[in-house]
């Protein structure tokens, strides 16, 4: 009985012993921050906080992998939203569409002053070097868009074979961000995505500077289900410098 008893109890040091130290190296190679950020260019701008991880590859941390939360809010005054929706846009969904020519005749309008807010999930990859210097990029991937209700003049192509029977074409239509936000790469990605190209230098051991550039694609969707071809969704696609402070999360 006594011998079971022992057994019991150095088995269950051993297991303890071997999860506290698997936790320990797991926790000491997740690093953590918070990121706030601001980027703009002649006709746009946006700020974004983000909370993300990175989990530490190789022994020395030189290559990391990781996720995080990004809230953003765009801005921009009078912008030209084109059509969106990749089978109208490119002719082809898919793969196909990430190659495919942007097809003009196919291009409809919506002139709006935006204002979006998103909240998405990203996933990154970075480089540390001499934990001094991280260079990375972050892709949102999964979210939902707020915003409220916009008015845009809409212009629909001449000399594409359409059939605007309602006399839509320079009429003002309402419209509200996209929601969901998809990333499905190319014009088949739906509603309002961030990627981010950045490097950051840690100052102390808790401060770090961050720059770098941010490409957005934002969205808005009409309220009317009449217009052209049937098409609501309509895209900005803009790119902005970036400047930020990072925070480190110490544990």
């Known amino acids: 009985m006594n011998k079971k008893i022992l057994l019991y109890s150095s088995l269950s040091a051993l297991l303890f012993a071997f999860s506290s130290t698997t936790f320990a190296q797991t926790t000491a190679r997740l690093v953590s ?51 969106a929706p990749a089978s109208q846009s490119r002719g082809k969904t898919g793969f196909s569409a990430l190659s495919a020519p942007l097809l003009l005749r196919n291009i409809d309008t919506l002139q709006v002053s935006a204002g979006i807010t998103s909240f ?27 915003g409220g209700k916009k008015s845009g003049f809409y212009s629909s192509t001449t000399g594409y074979n359409k059939v605007d029977s309602l006399n839509l074409h320079q009429t003002y239509q309402q419209a509200k961000p996209t929601s969901p936000n998809v990333q499905l790469l190319g014009d088949n990605a739906v509603g309002n995505l961030t990627t981010e190209i950045y490097a950051r230098l840690h100052i102390t051991e808790r401060l770090g500077l961050k720059a770098g550039y941010v490409f957005n694609t934002n969205e808005y969707r009409t309220s009317n289900k009449q217009l052209v071809a049937d098409v609501r969704r309509f895209r ?4 902005m410098f970036l400047v930020g402070v990072t925070f480190k999360v110490l544990r």
């Open 120 to 146: 998405n999930f990203n996933l990154g990859i970075q480089l540390s070097v001499f934990d001094k210097v991280d260079i990375g990029v972050n892709a949102d991937i999964l979210g939902l868009a707020l």
């Open 33 to 83: 921050y918070v990121d706030v950020a601001g980027a703009w260019n002649t006709a746009t701008w946006s700020a974004n906080a983000q909370y993300h991880q990175y989990l530490k590859i190789d022994r020395k941390g030189l290559f990391q992998v990781g996720w995080g939360i990004r809230g953003t809010h765009f801005r921009g005054n009078n912008l030209p939203f084109i059509t």
């Open 236 to 239: 900005y696609r803009s790119d």
